[in-house]
């Protein structure tokens, strides 16, 4: 997640940030609303694709989505009329420059956010609405519809699908032969993701069977929740504001984790890590089959033969948590039909394919899943189709209750691996009360 949410959390700004949003609710209601068009409301009254006439726009972005933001702004720049001036700021800034830049009526004329905050900023009126524009799209179906679905508030659309981020499971193939293991046959099933791993931790000489972040809110959310959906079952209520993380099939995805620890099957480290070095282990070669951000598939290192599969839940299964980043028009840009734009031609094919894809990220369309990238690489073509079998919460106190290291998601995650999970139901109750503080 650092993906999404910010691995290490940055929930200690948040009352700061909370308060600005509040002081520019007024301000976004007086002047959000725009009938004509081309004011902050937008609503459609300009054609689908928006307007190309050398129109300055300004756009913001966090540093944890910098290589895809540049990419997509350079070509549209080579491209249009328009000209985006970009902005790219500290992800653990990011929130805090927002809730100012809208308290002071300084909002650029689009900004992107972590998915998992976007209900803050929609709720507080940040975003035009977007609703008749994105409807118009084509492929609106086709759209990663779990980021549309955390940008809508009351029944209208703000945002649409920036970068995306997906948790998958990576496996050693080279370990897998060592260990007897078929390698074209990774874990369908939270029990063959405990074999596997048990037995490649057999292999010794400083191989372990797997990692995780056991210290880290957001590395839970990103990994475990998937095991949990897959089974077909909800973490939280559909307003964010009560958990389900004590059910009998969380216990599973649990008790799974504290025999990894129990036993040794986890490499050291696992109790200390807060997510700041957590995607650096499985490079290194002597992992068998962890989850992993998606995005760092590009990252690994060449001479490394591993595979990628979707995280199971106990007994099968698929999902994933679709991370990353969304991006709207501000509430109170003057050049809406401009910025949209940027938005539409950044979902169009040609973008997704022949900037998003042919950089091996994810791209924003299940339409689009298979496309002349990701087909030379089965692994993208698995990690694009998850997108539609994926997930992402929707709780406006997400930051306080699972990014913050002080937070109780923490204390849950701790107290079920590395004690014996006694205390889950009220620290299930924990997480509910801060949801719904």
Not at 285 to 313: E, H, N, R
Not at 394 to 409: C, E, I, R, V
Request: with cysteine.
């Amino acid at each position: 997640m650092g993906r999404t949410a910010g691995l290490r959390g940055n929930a200690a700004r948040l009352g700061v940030v909370a308060l600005a949003l509040i002081a520019a609710t007024g301000l976004v209601t007086a002047c959000g609303s725009g009938d004509d068009g081309g004011g902050g409301g937008g609503g459609g009254a300009a054609t689908a694709g928006g307007v190309d006439d050398g129109t300055k726009l300004t756009m913001w972005t966090r540093a944890a989505t910098r290589p895809q933001s540049e990419a997509l702004v350079k070509a549209y720049n080579a491209r249009h009329k328009n000209r985006i001036e970009l902005t790219v700021i500290p992800t653990d800034d990011y929130q805090a420059k927002v809730g100012a830049a809208a308290g002071s009526r300084d909002l650029p004329d689009l900004f992107a956010s972590d998915v998992v905050f976007v209900p803050n900023y929609t709720s507080s009126g940040l975003f035009a609405d977007l609703t008749e524009r994105v409807d118009a799209l084509p492929f609106a179906d086709d759209l990663a519809q779990s980021h549309i679905k955390a940008g809508t508030y009351e029944g209208k659309k703000y945002v649409v699908p920036h970068t995306l981020d997906l948790s998958v499971l990576f496996y050693n193939k080279d370990l897998y032969k060592r260990a007897k293991l078929d390698p074209e046959k990774p874990p369908a099933t939270l029990g063959e993701w405990d074999e596997q791993a048990r037995a490649i931790d057999a292999l010794g000489g400083g191989v372990n069977g797997t990692f995780f972040g056991g210290n880290c809110g957001g590395c839970g959310v990103f990994t475990w929740w998937p095991s949990i959906w897959a089974a077909g079952e909800d973490v939280l209520n559909k307003n964010g504001t009560k958990a389900d993380l004590s059910s009998d099939t969380a216990k599973k995805v649990y008790e799974t984790y504290r025999g990894w620890v129990k036993d040794d099957i986890v490499a050291p480290g696992a109790r200390e890590e807060t997510g700041t070095t957590w995607t650096g282990v499985f490079p290194k070669g002597k992992i068998g089959v962890m989850p992993m951000p998606s995005t760092t598939l590009g990252l690994m290192p060449k001479d490394l033969d591993l595979g990628v599969a979707p995280i199971p839940g106990p007994d099968g299964g698929k999902s994933t948590f679709v991370g990353g980043d969304t991006i709207g028009v501000s509430a109170t840009s003057k050049s809406a039909d401009q910025a949209w734009n940027f938005l539409a031609w950044s979902l169009g094919e040609k973008a997704q394919v022949d900037v998003v894809a042919a950089h091996k990220d994810v791209v924003a369309r299940t339409d689009l899943a298979s496309n002349k990238h990701s087909d030379a690489d089965p692994r993208l073509v698995t990690i694009n189709e998850l997108v539609k079998h994926g997930r992402t919460p929707y709780a406006l106190k997400f930051g306080q209750t699972f990014n913050d290291p002080n937070g109780p998601w923490l204390t849950l995650m701790r107290n079920a691996v590395f004690d014996d999970g006694s205390s889950l139901d009220k620290d299930n109750e924990a997480v509910t009360a801060s949801l719904a503080d």
